[in-house]
């Protein structure tokens, strides 16, 4: 019962769109928003594996963004600093959260202006082949818990 009013709401909120058997699903999706003309920003979720083997997320990409990429926050001379990471394991039967401060994706070169509270589409790949799109809310950065500086990055 639960199951099926989750997997409702979860069609009726446009959150993703995943096949049945999908073993990943994705909550609370989000973009921030940044100022017109800004280059950068960045994606946060939950991934949440409901299956008996890890997935391996190996490819983001976005179709408003000429590059989308994985990272990491690690500190560095006593810095917090952003570094580029091939991929993002998430265990069997667990949970991997982005989040500001930690994990996220970073998209590289906007091919527009973000507007607030519209859907980005973010598509995600795995080692294993599995593929989910997510539809990913523009935001503002005060809806998160932490700002994150992304002008820092560690390469
Ligand atoms: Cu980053």
Redesign the pocket.
Known sequence: MTKTITALLAVLAGVFAAPAWAQVRVHDPMVRMVPPGQPIS?AFMTLHNHGMDEKILVKVHSDVAGAAEM?NHILADGMMK?RRIDTIVVPAHGQVELKPGGL?I?LIGLSRNLQLGERVTINLEFADGERLTVNAPVQMAGDMHTPTD?TK?AD
């Open positions: 960045v990272h952003m996220h970073m992304h990055h």
